[in-house]
């Protein structure tokens, strides 16, 4: 069965630290997706990053970069020289082909905190 | 602004009432996703539809139904309403329903407190 665990609940950084949040996820599939969102404090949902199980090759965006190895199962999000701005709830997601679309499981989410 | 508009944005209502909550999915976009968001799940996934046709199911209750119309947009209609109902309603649309390939745009939510 799916399973996304996202061990820390909240963090609490300083501003320009880097902070690292850890997805681990169980799937029986071998093609699958994996997704980070941020919800800011406003509340709405913000697209990421998306990585298929074929690539794992990780990725740098600016300040933020993610980290995929299939053989621990992890997707681990690092933003480097954190901001207040980045204060926000951030989810990791896996999606499997279930009959004809796609069905996506949410970790419980990892608030993070940026003190300035 | 995502371009993904969901109306009401609160709702209140009684235990054993029925509502319904309305999506309009981004111009051009032709899928739109249900999300559920409440304190004791957390976010979860309840139903896809593409061109007006259900594509995928996730964990919606039987009490719960959603159809997407032919002007592609959606509505979630929730009836039974149990205080465990009470919860952020997202929806999101994406151009082909293919969420491997393509970002899902998130409108900003209805929230729903059931009394």
């Known amino acids: 069965a799916q399973k996304v665990t996202q061990a820390q609940t909240e963090i609490s950084v300083v501003e320009k630290e880097d902070v690292t949040l850890d997805c681990v996820y169980e799937?029986?599939?071998?093609?699958?997706?994996l997704f980070w969102y941020k919800q800011p404090p406003s509340g709405e949902l913000v697209f990421l990053i998306r990585?298929?199980?074929?690539?794992?090759q990780n990725e740098i965006s600016g300040r933020y970069s993610w980290n995929f190895q299939k053989s621990t199962s992890s997707f681990n999000f690092t933003i480097t020289a954190s901001q207040v701005v980045d204060s926000a709830v951030y989810f990791c997601?896996?999606?499997?082909?279930?009959?004809?679309?796609?069905?996506?499981?949410f970790g419980a989410g990892t608030r993070l905190f940026v003190k300035a | 602004d995502s371009g993904v508009t969901q109306t009401p944005k609160h709702l209140i209502t009684a235990t054993g009432q029925r509502v319904t909550l309305r999506c309009s999915p981004r111009?051009?976009?032709?899928?739109v996703y249900w999300y559920q968001q409440s304190l004791d799940q957390g976010l979860q996934f309840l139903i896809q539809y593409y061109n007006g046709e259900e594509r995928a199911k996730g964990n919606i209750l039987e009490r719960f139904s959603a159809q997407q119309f032919p002007d592609l947009h959606s509505e979630l209609n929730l009836s039974s309403l149990e205080l465990g109902d009470s919860a952020l309603y997202f929806c999101?649309?994406?151009?082909?329903?293919?969420?491997?390939?393509?970002?899902?745009?998130f409108g900003p939510g209805t929230r729903l407190l059931v009394l």
């Open positions: 997601a896996l999606s499997e082909r279930n009959t004809g679309g796609f069905k996506t499981i």
């Open positions: 111009s051009g976009d032709l899928s």
């Open positions: 799937t029986r599939d071998t093609t699958y997706y």
């Open positions: 999101a649309s994406s151009a082909q329903g293919l969420p491997s390939q393509e970002t899902q745009y």
């Open positions: 990585r298929n199980s074929f690539d794992e």
